[in-house]
Antibody, heavy 121, light 109 residues
Framework: EVQLVESGGDLVEPGGSLRLSCAASGFTFTNAWMSWVRQAPGKGLEWVGRIKSKTDGGTVDYAAPVKGRFTISRDDSKNTLFLQMNSLRTEDTAVYYC????????????WGQGTLVTVSS | QAVVTQEPSLTVSPGGTVTLTCDSSTGAVTGGHWPYWFQQRPGQAPKTLIYDTSNKHSWTPARFSGSLLGGKAALTLSGAQPEDEAEYYCLLSYSGARVFGGGTKLTVL
């Protein structure tokens, strides 16, 4: 059974940093492409970014609002995905979900339960 | 960046049929946009219903189907049930970016 468990959400001041983790199990993490998706309170879903598997180059793409401030990485030895968030803004307040798929080149079949990040002074 | 547009809200009667659509600001939606459809109930994480236009997961109820319709991606619900009342989101792929629609709040009434 695929399981994705996000952690690391917290209250942080504007301009601060936070690192989210997503612990994965139930599939071959090394081969998986992974994404982060966020949802501001009462709002819709927003794609944050995606990382390919190392065998597919390990490249990362980001959505425009987070490019240059957020970094997605992975530790295949620990089956864990990370989202490093710097220069946080109030508009980054959201529940952050990690997602994946068992199918090649896809990342949106399975979702974690999310972790809440609140950016406020 | 592309904008993906969905109907803000729709209502369907129990047992009825409704079609939700997903439009792209860049032109007609095609299979190359790899359309996805997600269902999200209040307080829950989204759940994937349809991928790559029309493919279903093992957990997708048979009453849901995906297609391309008039230059848009479409999600059709045939035989609506009370538990189908939820927010529905589509997702389209553009080169290196993925863009969600704003969501459709579906009421079963």
């Amino acid at each position: 059974e695929v399981q994705l468990v996000e952690s690391g959400g917290d209250l942080v001041e504007p301009g601060g940093s936070l690192r989210l983790s997503c612990a994965a199990s139930g599939f071959t993490f090394t081969n998986a492409w992974m994404s982060w998706v966020r949802q501001a309170p009462g709002k819709g879903l927003e794609w944050v970014g995606r990382i390919k598997s190392k065998t597919d180059g390990g490249t990362v793409d980001y959505a425009a609002p987070v490019k240059g401030r957020f970094t997605i990485s992975r530790d295949d030895s620990k089956n864990t995905l990370f989202l490093q968030m710097n220069s946080l803004r109030t508009e980054d307040t959201a529940v952050y979900y990690c997602t994946t798929a068992k199918r090649k080149y896809s990342t949106f079949d399975y979702w974690g339960q999310g972790t809440l990040v609140t950016v406020s002074s | 960046q592309a904008v993906v547009t969905q109907e803000p809200s729709l209502t369907v009667s129990p047992g009825g049929t409704v079609t939700l659509t997903c439009d792209s600001s860049t032109g007609a939606v095609t299979g190359g946009h790899w359309p996805y459809w997600f269902q999200q109930r209040p307080g829950q994480a989204p759940k994937t219903l349809i991928y790559d236009t029309s493919n279903k997961h093992s957990w997708t109820p048979a009453r849901f189907s995906g297609s391309l319709l008039g230059g848009k991606a479409a999600l059709t619900l045939s035989g609506a049930q009370p538990e189908d009342e939820a927010e529905y989101y589509c997702l389209l792929s553009y080169s290196g970016a993925r863009v969600f629609g704003g969501g459709t709040k579906l009421t079963v009434l």
